[in-house]
């Protein structure tokens, strides 16, 4: 079963800072990798998807890599703004379509 | 496009009472629908995967029989909470995918936030 982990589980900093978020997991057989944000009390929203045969995947100010070999996703936010504010998740599929969620990085971009 | 949509949003309801929760895709016909819940300040953890027309599978540890799911068409699941307690009180998340989708992507709903009383 596939185990996903996400460093760190909380992080805050200044506006304006670039900022990277680790994902890893355990099973290296995926065909994807999923990046959510989601606000309190909301659902998720899709931020990148990246396919297995991509090594990364931008969205604006979003860069999201993904390194099968190693079994580790990194979710680079450049320039970060309090909007950010946010827990990202990362999530891998396994034995099919079922997603199985890291414990996600709570982030906190001051003013 | 592939919006998917649960009703209600939140529900408040007394000990031993049954909530039945909503899942539709909107504009996309969903073969496979998956129920997640979400206790505060953790992750997303999987409860079941129900395909159109057949019986859910249930993670490990999901009483199948306090937790129904139906997923009678190709856009609409249903979620029933039987016989709430506190402790069912939670975020519940679905989600859809097509295997017309590239790589089965899933998209999820909004989620449902529920309080046992």
């Known amino acids: 079963k596939q185990e996903v982990t996400q460093i760190p589980a909380a992080l805050s900093v200044p506006e304006g800072e670039n900022l990277v978020l680790n994902c890893s997991f355990t099973?290296?057989?995926?065909?994807?990798l999923q990046w959510f944000r989601q606000d309190p009390g909301k659902g998720l929203t899709s931020l990148l998807l990246?396919?297995?045969?991509?090594r990364e995947q931008t969205s604006g100010r979003l860069n999201a890599s993904l390194d099968k070999s190693s079994g580790r996703s990194t979710l680079y936010i450049a320039a970060s703004q309090p909007g950010d504010s946010a827990t990202y998740l990362c999530?891998?599929?396994?034995?099919?379509?079922?997603?199985?969620f890291g414990g996600g990085t709570r982030l906190m971009v001051k003013p | 496009g592939a919006v998917v949509s649960q009703h209600p949003s939140w529900v408040i309801c007394k000990s031993g009472t049954s909530v039945k929760i909503e899942c539709r895709s909107l504009?996309?016909?969903?073969?496979?629908m998956f129920w997640y819940r979400q206790f505060p300040k953790q992750s997303l953890m999987l409860m079941a995967t129900?395909?159109?027309?057949?019986?859910?599978?249930?993670e490990q540890g999901v009483e199948k029989d306090k937790f129904l799911i139906n997923h009678a068409s190709l856009t609409l699941s249903t979620l029933t909470v039987t016989s709430a307690h506190p402790e069912d009180s939670s975020f519940y998340i679905c989600?859809?995918?097509?295997?017309?989708?590239?790589?089965?992507?899933?998209?999820f709903g909004p989620g449902t936030r529920l309080t046992v009383l």
């Open positions: 099973d290296s057989a995926i065909y994807n």
């Open positions: 990246i396919q297995s045969s991509q």
């Open positions: 989600s859809a995918s097509q295997r017309a989708f590239s790589y089965n992507e899933q998209f």
């Open positions: 999530a891998a599929p396994w034995a099919g379509n079922m997603l199985t």
């Open positions: 129900s395909n159109e027309g057949s019986k859910a599978t249930y």
């Open positions: 504009d996309f016909q969903a073969t496979t």
